[in-house]
């Protein structure tokens, strides 16, 4: 049976959208109580900003045979057990049957700065998964299947992401894959690999520039951490786990 990719772009672009115009809610608001200096960090921070992406994981995962699945984006439900940590709070986690499905963190990162931005998200990244899937080795979700772990991110489309940044490293050489790469080359690198270390089932990233609050405009790096792979992925093990649990 083919995947069902649920007209995924159009939804992407209406995501991008609602993100933006969240995102500017947020800082009118701000503006208005006299907190205008946190604008920049709220608009990265807001939990809301990525609703319209999970909208389209939740249409993925109805479409592709787990209609009855428990979709859970509340905060309160997003806690998953961790092996170097006692718990790690998760952006959304599809559960079915009492079996972890899939467990997803949507990220974005807005300028002006991206530098100090950049090293953190990855760090998160790195170390999130390494906690989860040591968690799943040692059992803590019971005994079950590789789950679906997930990690995708909206990066702003801006001249200061796309230029060149140089890196001092006086010790050792930077790997020549970040060597002037600009910080959405980069964060393309990472999702790659963290996809070939195993670290995460997809890793994706996405530009979109801040008038695409009228279109929903957006861009990609490269076909191995597209929004179409993303998606593609997750219908795909979805499709198996329905076929299994029946």
């Not at 009118?28 to 921070?45: F, H, I, N, P, Y």
């Not at 990066?155 to 490293?169: C, F, G, I, N, Q």
């Not at 990609?220 to 997750?234: A, D, I, N, R, Y």
Request: hydrophobic residues 40%; positive net charge.
């Amino acid at each position: 049976m083919a995947l069902d990719l649920v007209q995924f772009e159009n939804k992407a672009r209406k995501a991008i959208r609602e993100f933006w115009n969240s995102r500017d809610e947020a800082s009118q608001k701000q503006a208005a109580t006299g907190k205008s200096d946190q604008g920049e960090r709220a608009g990265v921070t807001s939990g809301k900003n990525m609703d319209g992406f999970v909208a389209l994981v939740m249409d993925i995962v109805r479409a592709n045979g787990l209609a009855h699945a428990e979709i859970h984006m509340e905060r309160a439900v997003l806690t998953l057990p961790g092996y170097f940590r006692p718990t790690k709070l998760w952006d959304l986690l599809v559960i079915h049957q009492g079996e972890l499905i899939a467990a997803i963190e949507l990220k974005s990162h807005v300028g002006p700065s991206f530098g100090n931005n950049f090293n953190n998200r990855a760090e998160e990244s790195i170390g999130t998964a390494h906690d989860f899937w040591t968690a799943y080795r040692e059992g803590a979700f019971g005994k079950q299947p590789r789950p679906f772990a997930g990690w995708l991110m909206l990066v702003e489309d801006a001249p200061k992401s796309r230029a060149p940044v140089k890196d001092k490293s006086p010790h050792f050489p930077v790997s020549d894959e970040f060597r002037n790469a600009s910080y959405l080359k980069r964060y393309d690198v990472l999702c790659q690999r963290l996809m070939q270390e195993q670290l995460y089932s997809s890793a994706a990233v996405i530009a979109s520039p801040r008038d695409a609050i009228t279109n929903g405009k957006y861009s990609e790096l490269s076909g191995m951490t597209s929004l179409k792979t993303f998606v593609s992925t997750l219908a795909g093990h979805v499709a198996v786990q329905a076929s299994r649990l029946g």
